[in-house]
């Protein structure tokens, strides 16, 4: 809103998130009459099914009804218990629709779509096909794209309004649809759904059946929602725990202390190695304290660099950019990056060690072979970080997991006990007869 | 596509992401000649641009003119060394159009608008605007929305082509139109229209200069690439590395590793911090080696609460599901997460440790002291890594800053220096008098 003046709903809307849910029927209540079903039908659909189970019993009918069925069956999704009682609030042929969007996945084509489309038949005139376009506006979700059904429901093809509007007019619809059609079945994730239309340059995609039969259509911006919702799932998981259902400050306390503690006992108790393997060089450690000072420092940066190539690699894949196929060349290049970035992360450290000897002495008189150790490791420790973080997303996908729970911390964990095993192992052979 | 056979131009739209430059020009002219346009229609404005810039000089203008001017501009902003050459193959209307348009950033307002849109002028009648909204039909992203704009260009109002359609034929356009309209300036960030789009449910929002002239709308399918760009460039960041320009495939081995190694090596340099505070240490580490041990599963419970943490308030922030206002119960909230988190792992280090200790005497005659000594370590850790992790989004969005820049190896950082403080200063209360 640049250059109007918010009105009551709008500054309802903007905090309408950080509310209290006690807050949130009075502060919808208090709204002007005119303004509170333009507000709810804003809302999200998770909001407006609460929002709709909090009002008075009497008033909910009238807000059930105000929605599209693609709509109603999203508010009605996110009360699963309440399910009966909210389509009960229906007109019946809303219902029926309802009923049968109900059975598909939330994230998948027959969730999503919209069983209100602009239908046409072959063997309609041009003329007739326009009027009859012009009738069914306000009816369905949009008019620039038409669906061409025989008497059986059956997809035959499409037609733009566009081309429609300027073709002879003496011909049959039949003879300017487009019969080339891209279309997803309702089991098509909306993933699939968006690499399509984005790759394509599509506005919107038919749902068809096994048989052909023409169920709704998904638009571009029935997706936007849900991608968005899912780019949040990705990185929650990415930050290593389970997705919250919803808003950080919606989520119970105690709902969102089990979505993050299953994943932090999990790597606690795969961190617990690097316990074990410390205890196999505690002879080492008590012969040469000074290799313990640099555990942190080793350990860290090859967490840090397989991080990045996990998500690196996470992002590729789910844009498509990186295929499984392509693993191969994946694992050279990251070969490659890891050795020159264990480079240079080695020859920063050999400097810091050698200007903090000649300042304080701290690191006794073999600090040169200790500078080279830690170089060595480095480069070593890297190296594998980077490798094992850009393989993980590929063995995730091809086990058929997400490759999204590859997490930062899940890679740190991974990379942490080999981390140990190379960085002392390297220690043995350079200090083997000096400090060891 | 579903049921269908994919044509050459689908299948090669599926692999072109993965093949090398060199090849894509030979696949590209060995399409058949009817599917070239839509092909190419069909590619990203990166893709668009470097194909056609490989093409040979006499096909250049040919596809350069298939695009609608803000695709246009897209692929300009794509190759900005050959802007002149580019826009001169353009006609002069476009061309004009498109100049416009480059003058704004990519992911604003500006950048993203379509000037071609729906106008019609507050006078006319109903039946007028029907027939002239036909006639724009074609040549405008959509003519479900049409914008009533004064002679000079002032946009007075909207109307939705339904509402048209079912208004009384005698009165005009102005009667009918609404003029509590959403809009954005050109300088609007992108993320700013998708939060309008689905917060406020529309489809289309009007894009005014400081005067309320009308320069084009921006439309939710033009998000959705956009937004997908945005939160690959949100995820990368969160993997500790600056986003790279492009897909993953085709950065250059150098470019990816200058964006790799600056953030790795400022984590580095951070990093370091550890190794001057061991020091501090080095005599306890001496006395009690059992306690090296336990410093990689410490710092990592630590940077894993925080990474969890900040993941979860990133998303949340650019969500709007909380906002810097709310810092106060956000820390509230995370400070009993991180209580709450921090006792579950010192629950389950204790029965490992105790467990251990009855099996194979790994800990020494003092182990009931160091278990505790972990277990209250681990408290404190977890509870500062999600504190730290939560506050850091907010202080670099109060400073200015994306806060997707806190990334988990960031967090990780922060956290393993205050994690060694603090588990070396429980050792020396819990262990004085015994082993240290």
Known sequence: MIGHSLSAADELLDVWPTLRRSQRVDRFEALPRDQMDNFFLALDARSQSRLLLSLPEGERRLYMRLLAPDDAADVIQESKAKRQYLLDLLDDRTMNEVKALLA????????????????????????????????????????????????????????????LVSADPTKTVKAVMTTKIYSVSPNTDQNEIAHLLTEHGIKAVPVVDENRHMQGIVMADDLIDVLREEDTEDIQKMGGMEALDGPYLETGFLAMIRKRAGWLVILFLGEMLTASAMTHFEEEIQRAVVLALFIPLLISSGGNSGSQATSLIIRALALREVRLRNWWRVIRREVAAG??????????????????????????????????????????????????????????????????????????????????????????????????
Chains 1, 2 share one sequence.
């Open 104 to 163: 598909f996945r939330e994230d998948s084509a027959g969730g999503l779509m919209n069983p209100r489309f602009a239908r046409l038949r072959p063997d309609a005139s041009i003329d007739e096909a326009i009027s009859y376009l012009r009738q069914q506006l306000g009816h369905v979700e949009t008019i620039h794209y038409a669906y061409v059904l025989d008497e059986n429901q059956t997809l035959l093809g499409v037609v733009a309004l566009k081309d």
């Open 339 to 436: 050795v020159a970035l264990g480079a240079i992360l080695g020859f920063v450290g050999l400097v810091r060690i050698l200007i903090w000897q000649s300042l304080w002495h701290t690191y006794g008189e073999h600090y040169v072979l200790v500078a080279l150790t830690i170089a060595c490791s480095l480069v070593g420790v890297v190296t594998f970080g980077t490798l094992a973080g850009s393989m993980l997303p590929f063995i995730l996908r091809r086990c058929g997991l997400d490759p999204a729970s590859a997490s930062a911390p899940f890679v740190a964990t991974l990379v942490d006990v080999t981390g140990l095993i190379i960085y002392f192992t390297i220690a043995k052979v350079i200090l083997a007869g000096t400090l060891l």
